[in-house]
Nanobody, 118 residues
Protein backbone atom coordinates (compact mmCIF):
# COMPACT_ATOMS: atom_id res chain seq x y z
CA UNK A 1 0.00 0.00 0.00
CA UNK A 2 1.41 3.37 -1.05
CA UNK A 3 1.63 6.10 1.57
CA UNK A 4 2.80 9.70 1.53
CA UNK A 5 3.83 11.09 4.90
CA UNK A 6 4.52 14.80 5.38
CA UNK A 7 6.62 16.37 8.10
CA UNK A 8 8.11 19.74 8.96
CA UNK A 9 5.05 21.89 9.50
CA UNK A 10 4.52 24.09 12.51
CA UNK A 11 3.97 27.59 13.84
CA UNK A 12 6.27 30.20 12.31
CA UNK A 13 6.59 33.96 12.47
CA UNK A 14 6.14 36.06 9.35
CA UNK A 15 9.45 36.41 7.56
CA UNK A 16 10.63 33.05 8.78
CA UNK A 17 11.32 29.78 6.99
CA UNK A 18 10.16 26.20 7.09
CA UNK A 19 11.09 23.09 5.17
CA UNK A 20 8.41 20.51 4.49
CA UNK A 21 9.26 16.94 3.59
CA UNK A 22 7.11 14.20 2.12
CA UNK A 23 8.28 10.61 1.88
CA UNK A 24 6.60 7.97 -0.24
CA UNK A 25 6.59 4.37 0.91
CA UNK A 26 5.12 1.04 -0.14
CA UNK A 27 5.40 -1.19 -3.17
CA UNK A 28 6.31 1.57 -5.61
CA UNK A 29 7.40 0.86 -9.16
CA UNK A 30 7.87 4.48 -10.22
CA UNK A 31 6.99 8.04 -9.25
CA UNK A 32 6.14 10.65 -11.83
CA UNK A 33 5.11 14.17 -10.84
CA UNK A 34 5.16 15.15 -7.18
CA UNK A 35 3.85 18.35 -5.73
CA UNK A 36 2.50 20.41 -2.91
CA UNK A 37 -0.97 21.87 -2.53
CA UNK A 38 -2.38 23.96 0.26
CA UNK A 39 -5.80 24.74 1.64
CA UNK A 40 -6.43 27.81 3.75
CA UNK A 41 -9.49 28.02 6.02
CA UNK A 42 -12.62 28.66 3.98
CA UNK A 43 -10.77 28.38 0.67
CA UNK A 44 -10.30 25.76 -2.00
CA UNK A 45 -7.21 23.62 -2.23
CA UNK A 46 -4.66 25.20 -4.58
CA UNK A 47 -1.44 24.13 -6.23
CA UNK A 48 1.70 25.52 -4.62
CA UNK A 49 4.44 23.82 -6.63
CA UNK A 50 5.12 20.73 -8.71
CA UNK A 51 8.18 18.85 -9.89
CA UNK A 52 8.59 16.17 -12.54
CA UNK A 53 10.78 13.11 -12.23
CA UNK A 54 13.36 14.92 -14.33
CA UNK A 55 13.36 17.97 -12.06
CA UNK A 56 11.23 20.39 -14.05
CA UNK A 57 9.37 22.69 -11.66
CA UNK A 58 6.38 25.00 -11.67
CA UNK A 59 5.08 27.37 -9.01
CA UNK A 60 2.00 29.33 -8.13
CA UNK A 61 2.53 33.04 -8.73
CA UNK A 62 1.95 33.74 -5.04
CA UNK A 63 5.03 31.76 -3.99
CA UNK A 64 7.47 32.35 -6.84
CA UNK A 65 10.81 33.56 -5.56
CA UNK A 66 10.03 32.50 -1.99
CA UNK A 67 9.36 28.75 -2.17
CA UNK A 68 11.53 26.06 -3.73
CA UNK A 69 10.44 22.51 -4.50
CA UNK A 70 12.98 19.73 -4.86
CA UNK A 71 13.07 15.96 -4.75
CA UNK A 72 15.40 13.10 -3.94
CA UNK A 73 14.37 10.23 -6.18
CA UNK A 74 16.54 7.71 -4.34
CA UNK A 75 14.76 8.56 -1.10
CA UNK A 76 11.36 8.92 -2.79
CA UNK A 77 11.04 12.25 -1.04
CA UNK A 78 9.87 15.68 -2.13
CA UNK A 79 10.70 18.87 -0.25
CA UNK A 80 9.26 22.36 -0.07
CA UNK A 81 11.58 25.06 1.23
CA UNK A 82 9.47 28.03 2.25
CA UNK A 83 11.20 31.36 2.88
CA UNK A 84 9.89 34.84 3.66
CA UNK A 85 6.66 33.35 4.93
CA UNK A 86 3.61 35.59 5.13
CA UNK A 87 0.39 35.29 7.16
CA UNK A 88 -1.44 34.58 3.89
CA UNK A 89 0.66 31.41 3.51
CA UNK A 90 -1.21 29.98 6.50
CA UNK A 91 -2.80 26.72 5.38
CA UNK A 92 -2.74 22.97 5.58
CA UNK A 93 -0.10 21.79 3.12
CA UNK A 94 -0.64 18.51 1.30
CA UNK A 95 1.86 16.43 -0.60
CA UNK A 96 0.76 14.58 -3.72
CA UNK A 97 2.41 12.15 -6.07
CA UNK A 98 1.53 10.36 -9.29
CA UNK A 99 2.75 6.91 -8.37
CA UNK A 100 2.72 3.53 -10.04
CA UNK A 101 2.46 0.42 -7.92
CA UNK A 102 0.19 -2.09 -9.68
CA UNK A 103 -1.25 0.83 -11.66
CA UNK A 104 -0.66 4.59 -11.84
CA UNK A 105 -2.70 6.70 -9.43
CA UNK A 106 -2.57 10.01 -7.60
CA UNK A 107 -1.86 9.71 -3.90
CA UNK A 108 -2.16 12.33 -1.17
CA UNK A 109 -0.58 12.81 2.22
CA UNK A 110 -2.56 13.57 5.35
CA UNK A 111 -1.55 17.24 5.41
CA UNK A 112 0.59 19.31 7.72
CA UNK A 113 -0.41 22.60 9.34
CA UNK A 114 1.59 25.76 8.67
CA UNK A 115 0.27 28.71 10.70
CA UNK A 116 2.16 31.95 10.05
CA UNK A 117 1.71 34.74 12.59
CA UNK A 118 2.65 38.40 12.23
Amino acid sequence: QVQLVESGGGLVQAGGSLRLSCAASGSIFSINVMGWYRQAPGKQRELVAGITGGGRTNYADAVKGRFTISRDNAKRTVYLQMNSLRPEDTAVYYCTGNIRDTRRSDYWGQGTQVPVFS
